[in-house]
């Protein structure tokens, strides 16, 4: 695989690499496994406290559910992934400098991970949209400087999406309230639509926020 070309393809908020010919007996670079999350784990610790990197892996549409080690000279580490394919547990800085990675699959087989930013924040039914905006401006600018030259290629995070509801309404200052508008059928949130709002609202908590 260290041989194999990759490829990293953006599209809105998110990164898709092509990672071809892994396999369980083969140990790959964890970099290029998890792009992008070197250069947000440098970041100060203020600079990304309410925004985090997820990966999550598939083999076509399906999640992967293959084990991926972390292998740190004799010791070999399971990652836990979720049942969407979702990396639980990441490598810390220094791991992404000195291990290697091992994914349970026959070679040959072509893993796609997809890279997504994401607020810290647990999605409810009742969020603070101050909390959330502040979340999106604060992933814009760390974004912009994790991604170094590619800054230009990376998409502008201006509003986050509440996937999982149908609806939701932003509630301002004065009281007053508003349906937010549906973005690809999940209601998203423009700080800059709504300069005074205090509180968003759904019929229940969504699955996932996604920035873009």
Do not use: C, N
């Amino acid at each position: 695989m260290g041989h194999a070309s990759r490829r990293i393809i953006l599209a809105g908020a998110l990164a898709l690499a092509a990672l071809p010919a892994a396999a369980s007996d083969k140990l790959v670079d964890p970099k290029k496994v998890f792009p992008y999350l070197e250069p947000y784990l440098q970041l100060p610790a203020a600079e990304r406290s309410r925004f985090r990197t997820t990966y999550t892996f598939h083999i076509g549409p399906q999640p992967i559910t293959a084990p991926v080690w972390l292998v740190e000279g004799a010791t070999r580490t399971q990652l836990p992934l979720g049942p969407d394919g979702r990396a639980l547990r990441l490598p810390t800085l220094a791991q992404l400098q000195t291990a290697k990675l091992q994914m349970g699959v026959p070679e040959g087989t072509k893993i796609a991970v997809r890279l997504s930013i994401e607020p810290i924040m647990r999605p409810a039914a009742e969020m603070d949209a101050r909390e959330v905006a502040a979340a999106l401006a604060q992933a814009a600018v760390g974004v912009k400087r994790a991604a170094g030259l590619m800054a230009m290629a990376m998409p502008r995070f201006t509003q986050v999406s509440f996937l999982g509801v149908a609806s939701g309404e932003v509630i301002l200052a004065d009281g007053k309230r508003a349906a937010l508008p549906l973005l690809k059928g999940a209601p998203s949130f423009t700080p800059a639509d709504f300069p005074t709002a205090k509180t968003l609202r759904f019929p229940k908590a969504p699955t996932k926020l996604d920035m873009g």
